[in-house]
């Protein structure tokens, strides 16, 4: 006689039922290799956040002529190395639904003859989006005055200070993203397509060919960086337009950032060529040239991905460096190299700390492109978890 089936007891540790928000385990079987990397990398909370800051950062340098309180080259004399104004919520009549700043005061110092600032407290200037100010041209377009955030006539608005004629600290930072992290973009641009196409074409005929395009990297890669990126600034025509020396320091930072990745892509290449998949695009019929492009590099797209964003922040420390030392872009040209370079002398750092805020930004682009490429290159490895 059979006995009745006894009713399957629960297993330790698995829950009852399991919830609806897991992926489907067939459509990660059949997802694409791009498909991963995006599931992957939305699991790096720190990447991702990172990838937000980057994004406001170009979203700034695109509509910084909008973004910015003041114009570029709009001065208040009267306020000389003012300080960083403070936004405030309490005020002589209590707190406030909406933040303010105080008017400033200026006072000579009796012995040192320094202009020293004071809030006035008996001016408020209440903080107001989207008000009238210096007028501009958008991208050289549109005119219009029109900023995004600012104080009525007659109060000052500079939460970062001002400089030595009294420009606006945190406009001039604003303007001066627009060229910064353009910089590193047309640069890794330029060494994307060196360094892919040299790396590929040492990789894949080898040969007489591969000695010598390795032979020239080693001779490039034996010189300092930062000496050979002086030298060839300080080749640049001293009467060139700014705009030309901006194209200039762009193919100066790329000279020697397409070394690398032409490594990476010839060694991909070595490892490749041989695969059994190329060998049959060979012998369909397809040249060299194609299985070249459309077999062996989407290969390893992926970590070419990761190794651009990990040099854009070399390009935008390059461009940084040698605008410090008086031999990258120059004025009127505003990045934050040429603002660094205003504040590189004690009594600066002593006397006006705010001058040094450019810095800070440098930093934050800076690492946050570092963890944006740490977690692509986690979500493009197969074998991290």
Request: aromatic fraction near 10%; include cysteine.
């Amino acid at each position: 006689m059979m006995s009745a089936a006894l009713p399957a007891e629960p297993v330790e540790g698995l829950p009852d039922s399991l919830p609806d928000s897991l992926p489907d385990a067939a459509a990660l079987h059949t997802a694409s290799q791009w498909q991963l990397m995006r599931i992957k990398f939305r699991k790096h909370r720190l990447a991702v956040w990172s990838g937000w800051v980057i994004l406001a950062l170009y979203g700034v340098a695109t509509f910084c002529e909008i973004v910015a309180p003041y114009s570029l080259d709009q001065d208040h004399l009267a306020y000389m190395h003012a300080p960083p104004q403070r936004l405030r919520w309490m005020g002589p009549d209590g707190v406030h639904l909406w933040p303010f700043v105080y008017g400033l005061e200026g006072v000579r110092h009796p012995e040192t003859l320094r202009t020293i600032y004071a809030d006035d407290h008996s001016r408020t200037y209440p903080l107001q989006l989207f008000v009238r100010g210096e007028p501009y041209e958008f991208w050289g377009l549109i005119e219009t005055d029109i900023h995004l955030f600012g104080v009525a006539e007659g109060g000052t608005l500079f939460l970062l200070g001002t400089d030595a004629v009294g420009r606006d600290m945190l406009t001039r930072i604003i303007y001066g993203s627009r060229i910064s992290l353009t910089v590193g973009l047309i640069g890794v641009a330029l060494s994307f397509t060196f360094g892919l196409l040299i790396g590929a074409v040492s990789g894949y005929y080898g040969g007489w060919v591969d000695n010598m395009i390795q032979r020239l990297i080693e001779v490039l890669r034996s010189f300092p960086s930062i000496p050979l990126w002086m030298a060839l600034s300080a080749s640049l025509p001293a009467d060139w337009s700014p705009l030309k020396v901006y194209f200039g320091i762009t193919v100066v930072l790329s000279f020697l950032g397409w070394t690398g990745l032409a490594r990476v892509v010839r060694g991909k290449i070595l490892s490749l060529r041989e695969e059994d998949y190329a060998t049959a695009a060979l012998l369909a019929g397809a040249s060299q040239g194609r299985v070249m492009v459309r077999h062996l590099l989407p290969g390893f797209a992926s970590h070419i991905i990761v190794s651009l964003t990990l040099t854009l922040p070399n390009m935008i420390l390059g461009e940084t460096a040698l605008s410090f030392l008086g031999l990258g872009l120059r004025p009127p040209i505003t990045s934050w190299g040429v603002l660094l370079k205003e504040a590189q002398n004690v009594q600066a750092v002593a006397l006006q700390p705010w001058l040094l805020t450019p810095a800070l930004f440098v930093i934050i682009a800076v690492l946050a492109f570092n963890f944006v490429g740490d977690g692509l290159r986690d979500a493009a490895d197969p074998y991290s978890r």
